[in-house]
Each structure stands twice: as C-alpha cells, then as structure tokens.
C-alpha cells in the first residue's frame, strides 16, 4: 500500500510569495499532521486535521494555514513567505485521532530566497 | 512548562559496545512516549513505544515515572543503528492531541 506522499519534493520562492504544498495520507488515513523541521528548531507541529476540521495548532503565525479534503488529501499553505520559512515541511497521516502512532511523508524541502 | 528535553545533540560509540540515548520529559499528566528514528536518506519512522513494552532491532526503552525519563537502550550497538533519533511524548489535553519532539540525537556507531 502507498505510503504518505507529499509533493512537490522541493520548491524554492521569492520573499512575499505563497506557497501551497500537498500530502496525501495513507489509503484509509483519516488524520493528517503537518510538521516543520529545521536545523535550529528542530520538529516543529505545526497542525493537525481530522474529517476536514483543524484539530489542533502549533505555535505559527498565522501566514501559516492548512484544509483537508473530503478524501482525507491535506494542502498547506504560507503566505507572504520569510526568508526564516525556509524548511523541510513533513507530512504525517494516523488512522485514528488519539495515537501518536505516526506515518511521515518524504517531505517537501522549501527555500525562500 | 510541558517540555521534552534529549540533552545529547551527539552521541558517538563503538560497534558492539552498549548504548543509551536520554529523554527527560516535563508534562502534567500521563503522556504517552515514544521513540522515531530517522536512518539516512530514508522517512521518519516509529521505533517503539512504552505502552507496547517491545524490542525493537534490539532496542528497548523503559518509562520512568519517578525520574519523568524514557531513555533508549542497546546492549550491543551496531553500524546500522547510526541514525538521529527522536523522544516524543504524546499527550491528550483538553481535546487537543499533539506528537512533540524533542531536538533529536544523532547517534554515530563507529567501526
């Protein structure tokens, strides 16, 4: 079974922009999380979805925003990007809530120039 | 605060000898813990988990309650263990639901 994919794998922006990135959870994964990992801050959780609904937020401005789909497919989305956004983003899909049992995509590398 | 701490960034052994990599956690609460790995070029992936009380790649982690640790344990490491690895507690508050990493080891196992 197709793991967690996430495209695209790499994206480099312009300061000011936006930036849309995509993760498909496991067949029959229900709950998506998003998280951000960078040499400083390490991995950071930026949010989780479950049945369409943000269920939970980490400590992000608010340039930074997500939805789910109706078949449980997650986008992400940061505006007005920062030089300090650039990062590895990494997806990862659980069938239930309540588990911290976790399937990470490869990640999507973004560098804001 | 709620807070994981690893307080090695590195850790570096030689093949076969024992291994321990040290998670100290700081949450109210019983949280759930766990163990990722993340080998070269490949995904983040779960290790193990204290609920399940397994080994795994011969690997173990004990809960300590007292001490709020949940450190990581090889008897006898091998290269293949060479790897950043990450403690992360999983905690249910007021409905919200987080897995929070801490800054991660990276563990060398020297020949």
């Known amino acids: 079974k197709a793991g967690v994919t996430q495209t695209p794998r790499y994206l480099i922006k312009t300061r000011g922009q936006q930036v849309t990135l995509s993760c498909s959870p496991i067949?029959?994964?229900?709950?998506v999380s998003w998280y951000q990992q960078t040499p400083g801050q390490g991995l950071q959780f930026l949010f989780e979805?479950?049945?369409?609904?943000?269920?939970n937020k980490g400590n992000f401005p608010g340039r930074f925003s997500g939805r789910q789909f109706s078949n449980s497919r997650s986008e992400m989305n940061v505006s007005t990007l920062e030089l300090g956004d650039s990062a590895l983003y990494l997806c990862?899909?659980?069938?239930?809530?309540?588990?911290?049992?976790?399937?990470f995509g490869s990640g999507t590398r973004l560098t804001v120039v | 605060a709620q807070r994981v701490t690893q307080p090695e960034k590195l850790l570096s052994v030689f093949k076969g000898a024992p291994v321990e990599l040290k998670c100290n956690y700081s949450y109210s609460g019983s949280p759930e813990l766990f163990w990722y790995v993340q080998y070269s070029r490949q995904r983040l992936q779960l290790l193990l988990r204290h609920i399940s009380r397994e080994s795994i790649k011969g690997f173990t982690a004990d809960l300590n309650k007292g001490e709020t640790s949940f450190h990581l344990k090889k008897p006898f490491a091998q290269e293949e263990d060479s790897a950043m690895y990450y403690c992360?507690?999983?905690?249910?508050?007021?409905?919200?639901?987080?897995?929070?990493f801490g800054q991660g080891t990276r563990l060398t196992i020297n020949p």
């Open positions: 990862a899909s659980s069938f239930f809530r309540g588990q911290g049992f976790l399937t």
């Open positions: 992360a507690p999983y905690r249910r508050f007021q409905g919200a639901q987080k897995l929070v």
């Open positions: 067949s029959g994964h229900r709950s």
């Open positions: 979805y479950f049945s369409e609904t943000q269920r």
